[in-house]
């Protein structure tokens, strides 16, 4: 039976509406846009480049950081961005993979916000770092006197983890964007011009182009998914490699894989509550696709939770007194035991309302429901840091830990200095994939096909 | 030499025209605004992927680097570390796969440049509409007297444009 919805759930439309649509996204700002841009880069300057200057002229002494706790509130977000990272470019490799019809409206800004979160995580290693100038001493280079990396730190299975999967996850946004780039080059003129000629790399779309680009994204789709994996699971055994009570855990890799996946996907449901609204894109991202997505939330949600209760069940179940205390200083002390039922609250509780129907179809809830979760998994990251290293074996060693003015104010600048590059990202590529969702129009055929 | 160039509207139409004009020997080529990947192979034949090469290889020499680099460096000054084994094997092992699968997804990205011949900057037949909603078919390799002809059978195609075109 013809019907006048797409594999994906949109309507079907001509060709010419989408390349029209998806380069007035990118041409025509109104005045919401620039007040957005603006606020972003105003706050990014003023709560994170500045206070991070006078952290640097002044010392780490202005943080809350003291022995025995050295890891706290950036490291928490820098776990908490890669996190984020983790559904963009995972996800928009298994669902090409499983050649998955709701992803080709959503793909491309979900790997713009992995390649971004990225950069905002990668960022807080430098705002963590002491002297920021030394970097370059974690890169491998030839030196004079041979002494060469530890690369039994697995800060160091970060560094190249973490490189790995900015790279690709960058060439993998590049890499799928050509067609589209090299058709709003055919549209737009000036600069814009001249800068879609020069990253389209002279596209034409013959059948031999489609070819190569559809095998190598494949080959790309295949590497990037372990590559994901890797790099959740090296982020946890900066923790879990340590002995540590309440962070040496043998589940921390999976742990973390599946928290990552989570709160990406929740964060892929706020962006795309927030895009299609303000781009006026609600044709490309349907019902349809928040339904799928709450599918995902759902049973990420109930993983997570399993797993959750699991790394609390095995430290109760080994029952030593260190573990016994990091879990009590966790889970019923004050202020933390608030944080860590709030947590539980929004991300176990609260995605159940995921499995009616209903829930899944409503923008609003669906907002809510994820903004919520990545309150969740922000906390999770900060009670995983700041409970455990303050309750390590020796009693007379053990001292709290509260985050400086400075280390909350950079903590707020992350968040504008995402907004600012993904405000960027809308104006500068196309945010929707102009040639998938046409294929997901359909084929334009003369002759119906019999099915 | 002389090309023409026929636009379509529907991708049917062009296949059968290409599958035409490539059994009488001219050279054909199919522009589209969407990949056509398995109608185009149905039509005129599947082609070869190189690209697999590119990534197994790249992966090798990616995991080879990744060796060389933890270990010869550890070999090249040795530093003992409160008895923990100069030369280990977990580490090495993860940073090798980390350098596998960049040298991977970077040596297919350059394999994707060389068979595509991308990128290319010069001037190539091309027509903005098969960027939108046109499906074209260039048709090459044609003697100066069959001109006419290839442009009619195009046209009874169905091709809503047909026009010629100089190739370099």
């Known amino acids: ?451 | 030499m002389r090309a023409v160039l026929g636009l379509f509207t529907y991708v049917d139409a062009l296949l059968e025209a290409a599958g035409r004009l490539k059994d009488s020997g001219y050279g054909v080529t199919i522009f589209s605004p969407i990949p056509l990947g398995h109608e185009i192979e149905h039509t005129l034949g599947g082609r070869k992927n190189h690209i697999r090469y590119f990534a197994f290889f790249g992966a090798v020499i990616g995991f080879i680097f990744g060796v060389l680099l933890t270990l010869g460096t550890a070999a090249m000054y040795v530093l003992p570390r409160g008895g923990k084994p100069i030369f280990s094997i977990t580490p090495t092992l993860l940073i090798s796969y980390e350098t596998a699968i960049l040298f991977g997804v970077l040596i297919s990205f350059i394999g994707f440049c060389i068979f595509a011949r991308l990128p290319y900057y010069g001037k190539k037949i091309y027509d903005d509409k098969v960027g939108v909603d046109s499906f074209g078919l260039l048709v090459d390799n044609i003697r100066d007297n069959k001109i006419g002809d290839v442009e009619n059978i195009l046209k009874e195609y169905g091709a809503d444009e047909v026009k010629r075109v100089e190739e370099k």
């Open chain 1, 1 to 451: 039976m013809a019907t006048n919805l797409t594999e994906s759930g949109m309507e079907k439309m001509p060709y010419k509406e989408v390349n029209d649509d998806v380069v007035r996204t990118m041409t025509h700002s109104g005045k919401g846009y620039y007040i957005a841009l603006a606020l972003s880069i105003s706050v990014a300057v003023l709560a994170w480049g500045l206070p991070w200057a006078y952290q640097i002229f002044t010392g780490q002494g202005v943080t809350g950081l003291h022995s025995p706790v050295y890891w706290g509130i950036y490291l928490a977000n820098f776990i908490f961005w890669i996190g984020i990272s983790h559904s963009g470019t995972l996800l928009s490799a298994i669902l090409f993979i499983t050649q998955t019809p709701w992803r080709r409206s959503i793909y491309r800004s979900a790997e713009a916000m992995t390649f971004f979160s990225v950069l905002t995580a990668a960022i807080f290693v430098f705002v963590h770092m002491g002297r920021p100038w030394n970097f370059y001493w974690t890169i491998p280079y030839p030196n004079q006197r041979q002494l060469w990396l530890n690369f039994q730190s697995p800060l160091m299975f970060d560094v190249f983890a973490i490189s790995a999967y900015m790279t690709s996850s960058m060439i993998f946004l590049y890499f799928g964007s050509i067609p589209d780039l090299a058709a709003v080059r055919d549209r737009v003129t000036g600069w814009r011009k001249s800068l879609y000629t020069w990253l389209a790399l002279g596209w034409r779309g013959t059948d031999a182009e489609w070819h190569w680009l559809s095998k190598a994204y494949t080959f790309f789709a295949v590497f990037i998914i372990p590559l994901a994996v890797s790099v959740h699971s090296i982020v946890s055994w900066d923790f879990a490699l340590s002995k540590v009570p309440g962070l040496n855990k043998t589940i921390f890799a999976p742990y973390f894989v599946v928290g990552a996946i989570y709160s990406g996907s929740a964060g892929i449901v706020t962006l795309m509550v927030i895009l299609r609204k303000t781009l006026k894109i609600e044709k490309y991202i349907t019902l349809n696709h928040f339904d799928k997505l709450g599918i995902l939330l759902l049973v990420m949600s109930l993983l997570w939770s399993y797993i959750n209760f699991l790394e609390v069940f095995t430290g109760w179940y080994a029952d030593t007194s260190f573990e016994n205390e990091s879990l009590i200083y966790r889970m019923l002390t004050p202020p933390f035991a608030y944080m860590f039922w709030l947590m539980i609250f929004t991300n176990t509780f609260m995605p159940l309302l995921l499995i009616f129907r209903k829930v899944r179809s409503s923008i609003i809830i669906s907002l809510i429901i994820s903004l919520g979760i990545n309150v969740g998994m922000w906390i999770e990251r900060y009670l995983i840091i700041v409970t455990s290293l303050p309750r390590k074996f020796l009693p007379y060693a053990w001292h709290d830990y509260f985050p400086s003015w400075v280390e909350l104010s950079i903590t707020v600048g992350s968040f504008a200095f995402f907004s600012m590059l993904f405000l960027l990202f809308v104006k500068f590529w196309p945010s929707l994939s102009i040639y998938e969702i046409k294929e997901d129009i359909g084929i334009p055929m003369q002759k119906e096909k019999g099915h």
